[in-house]
């Protein structure tokens, strides 16, 4: 019933006009105002309710509550609907890892009609971590993390006896360093011994590794160290202890009964290298007889107006070619930080797609991440990170390019003089000039 009819039959019996009358066209014009009004009033009402506001504008005002704002290719249902899922979540506690999953499984369903794609599922997990959910999203707390030294890395791995360097773990746990220690030409990787001088843990190879040739460390999930020269498993020439004291007499037996691998400890780790002789190995005439100490340097000369840039005469060793070349690194688990896998990869399309499937994957990518943003716990770091499927083939086949000069770095400044006048006995061929 229309508000003129309505009004009509509420007048008395002697004012109930027919059709068409004076009476009847004034109440039309009030009726008329009224249904204007009434329907201003109901567009206010549903501007204020999530699910019933239909105008853009109310829906970016409502979802400013909880600091969402839409994205310009997102439409008025998959935004309303991501509003809806946060919220839930949030009256959920937010921060938990279910209520946090739940909300991007909700939201990757929704977007994948929206953007008219679907995207890969993510495979099973690898032994000891969590399975995807059926939609192939995966909540990783603590995340592994593979880390370089910088300072190895600025030198390229050259190390030379009785260099240090620092490793800084910023990890949760303490963890196994692992590495490639390359030989270097003439032979001098000869009995090399790494040794943590922050917790007293070393590892040693009782050997000679060849120029060309890799001492690869290896820590299986059992944490069982193995060492490996070209595929050769070499564990038994690997000798450990935790037990280790610079500067008195080792003995090269493994205190260890197997060989353990050396433990970075949490915050700066000093790796110290050396070469110790050891007796019935190669390789006498490239390392050290004696255990040196830590305070023992490469001898530099000190720069002119700078007395604190050399080192002390007497715990100095001048000069000395590089005995081998590290590469060292440790995984460690990043404290205050979870990660969503989710999958990556479009295999169905629209015709009508404008856009790659690469800017397709960052767009959902950034769009999920920017929710996550809102809901993350205090002091933590929260990402999502989309996961391809991946395969693995076993390579059979090995080339070693040998980089020019491996172990013939010299070094810069004033710490070396060369060209001195030849004395038989003293002074080195290469290093002198035949009067």
């Known amino acids: 019933?229309?508000?003129?009819?309505?009004?009509?039959?509420?007048?008395?019996?002697?004012?109930?006009?027919?059709?068409?009358?004076?009476?009847?066209?004034?109440?039309?014009?009030?009726?008329?105002?009224?249904?204007?009004?009434?329907?201003?009033?109901?567009?206010?009402?549903?501007?204020?309710?999530?699910?019933?506001?239909?105008?853009?504008?109310?829906?970016?005002?409502?979802?400013?509550?909880?600091?969402?704002?839409?994205?310009?290719?997102?439409?008025?249902?998959?935004?309303?609907?991501?509003?809806?899922?946060?919220?839930?979540?949030?009256?959920?506690?937010?921060?938990?890892?279910?209520?946090?999953?739940?909300?991007?499984?909700?939201?990757?369903?929704?977007?994948?009609?929206?953007l008219g794609i679907r995207v890969m599922r993510a495979p099973r997990s690898a032994p000891g971590e969590p399975e995807p959910n059926a939609l192939g999203v995966r909540l990783v707390e603590f995340p592994k993390r593979r880390v370089r030294s910088p300072a190895l890395l600025a030198n390229g791995g050259v190390l030379r006896p009785l260099d240090q360097i620092t490793l800084r773990n910023g990890g949760l746990f303490p963890t196994p360093l692992l590495g490639v220690l390359r030989g270097v030409a003439g032979g001098r990787t000869a009995s090399p011994l790494l040794v943590n001088l922050t917790n007293g843990t070393a590892l040693g190879y009782a050997g000679v590794i060849r120029l060309g040739q890799e001492l690869r460390f290896v820590v299986l999930p059992n944490g069982e160290l193995r060492g490996f020269i070209d595929e050769t498993d070499v564990t038994s020439r690997l000798y450990s202890t935790?037990?280790?004291?610079?500067?008195?007499?080792?003995?090269?037996?493994?205190?260890?009964?197997?060989?353990?691998?050396?433990?970075?400890?949490?915050?700066?780790?000093?790796?110290?290298?050396?070469?110790?002789?050891?007796?019935?190995?190669?390789?006498?005439?490239?390392?050290?007889?004696?255990?040196?100490?830590?305070?023992?340097?490469?001898?530099?000369?000190?720069?002119?107006?700078?007395?604190?840039?050399?080192?002390?005469?007497?715990?100095?060793?001048?000069?000395?070619?590089?005995?081998?070349?590290?590469?060292?690194?440790?995984?460690?688990?990043?404290?205050?930080?979870?990660?969503?896998?989710?999958?990556?990869?479009?295999?169905?399309?629209?015709?009508?797609?404008?856009?790659?499937?690469?800017?397709?994957?960052?767009?959902?990518?950034?769009?999920?991440?920017?929710?996550?943003?809102?809901?993350?716990?205090?002091?933590?770091?929260?990402?999502?990170?989309p996961r391809a499927l991946a395969s693995t083939q076993l390579l059979r086949d090995r080339c070693i390019v040998v980089g020019p000069g491996a172990g013939e770095v010299s070094p810069t400044g004033d710490d070396r003089l060369a060209g001195l006048g030849a004395i038989f006995d003293v002074t080195h061929f290469d290093d002198s000039r035949m009067g």
């Open 1 to 114: 019933m229309e508000r003129i009819d309505a009004m009509l039959d509420r007048l008395p019996p002697m004012y109930r006009i027919a059709g068409g009358s004076v009476v009847q066209a004034l109440l039309s014009l009030v009726a008329e105002q009224m249904a204007i009004f009434d329907e201003d009033l109901n567009r206010v009402q549903r501007s204020h309710w999530l699910e019933d506001a239909f105008d853009r504008g109310d829906l970016t005002k409502i979802a400013a509550l909880v600091e969402l704002t839409p994205e310009r290719w997102e439409s008025d249902d998959l935004f309303r609907l991501r509003v809806k899922a946060t919220i839930a979540a949030r009256l959920k506690g937010a921060v938990t890892p279910g209520a946090l999953t739940d909300l991007l499984t909700d939201l990757l369903a929704a977007a994948e009609p929206e």
């Open 242 to 385: 935790s037990e280790f004291v610079p500067g008195v007499p080792f003995t090269p037996v493994r205190p260890d009964p197997h060989p353990r691998p050396i433990q970075l400890e949490r915050g700066d780790n000093v790796l110290w290298f050396i070469s110790l002789a050891m007796f019935d190995v190669p390789g006498l005439d490239t390392a050290m007889l004696a255990m040196a100490s830590p305070e023992q340097r490469q001898g530099l000369f000190a720069e002119t107006g700078k007395p604190d840039t050399g080192t002390l005469f007497d715990l100095a060793m001048f000069y000395d070619k590089p005995a081998g070349v590290l590469d060292a690194f440790w995984d460690e688990l990043t404290p205050a930080t979870f990660v969503f896998e989710t999958p990556k990869g479009v295999v169905v399309r629209t015709p009508d797609a404008t856009e790659t499937a690469e800017a397709e994957t960052a767009r959902l990518v950034a769009w999920l991440d920017e929710t996550l943003e809102k809901l993350r716990p205090a002091a933590t770091s929260a990402s999502i990170e």
